[in-house]
């Protein structure tokens, strides 16, 4: 990481977000893909697509990449020395069926922040993107909007759109948002992004015929703990402490 820590901080804080950051190497990423094609031959992509959820308590190489040196390196730069895996779940947008044109009944991922679903209090969310493939413009990758994290909360509301991947199938009214000035957050397979619980973000259709698959890991720091929020009834049953101590134990079932 040639990018000092107070670095990396000074820009997570501002904007919200870093992107582009360097994990895998080529032999990490093919073991990464090789591992994950079999799962998909195991379940088939229609459960792939979004419904391995903290598998990482499964399987070892999961655990592996939730661990990885360079992810905790930069958790570590922004968290603090202490920090808890909250969830995981690998998304995977699949190339269009051939004869099938684009639509908005296509997967995407409407304008949202991650926090409107976590019930968490006292310490930030950092949600990571690790890229398994390319991530770029025409096969969806993940747009933000910079400094939107700095705003609160948004109100969401049931969306407009067929094809919501969120599983409560909300967005933020984009009347609320700068849309214009979003900015797009393409990946080389092997790198990742992360963002800050309330950044506001979305993804739009894969219209390519290639696929897009990452793995997504929430992470907190050890002083944050769950609330009581019929708003948000997330329960967390795989935190799992990645680096330092857990003093606090707010996680303990």
Request: aromatic share 10%.
């Amino acid at each position: 990481m040639t990018t000092s820590p107070s670095e990396l901080l000074e820009t997570y804080e501002q904007q919200g977000f870093l992107s582009g950051v360097p994990v895998l190497n080529d032999g990490e990423l093919r073991e990464a893909t090789l591992a994950f094609a079999r799962l998909e031959k195991e379940f088939g992509e229609d459960y792939t697509q979004y419904s391995l959820h903290n598998v990482h308590l499964e399987y070892l190489w999961v655990m592996g990449l939730s661990k990885h040196p360079r992810i905790l390196q930069v958790l570590q730069a922004i968290l603090g020395p202490d920090v808890i895996l909250l969830d995981s779940r690998f998304i995977c947008k699949y190339p269009v069926p051939a004869g099938r044109t684009r639509g908005d009944e296509l997967p995407y991922v409407a304008w949202h922040q991650d926090m409107r679903y976590w019930g968490i209090a006292g310490g930030p969310v950092l949600s990571v993107w690790l890229a398994l493939d390319d991530s770029l413009k025409e096969n969806g990758a993940l747009q933000v909007i910079p400094g939107s994290h700095c705003s609160g909360m948004f109100p969401h509301r049931q969306a407009v759109r067929p094809g919501n991947m969120l599983t409560v199938n909300q967005e933020i009214p984009e009347e609320l948002l700068h849309t214009d000035q979003a900015v797009l957050c393409p990946l080389f397979a092997g790198q990742m992004s992360i963002h800050d619980g309330l950044l506001v973000h979305a993804s739009e259709p894969n219209t390519s015929r290639k696929r897009r698959c990452g793995f997504v890991i929430r992470y907190v720091p050890t002083r944050a703990y769950p609330i009581e929020d019929p708003d948000r009834p997330r329960k967390f049953h795989a935190t799992v402490v990645v680096c330092g101590t857990d003093q606090f134990k707010h996680f303990s079932h």
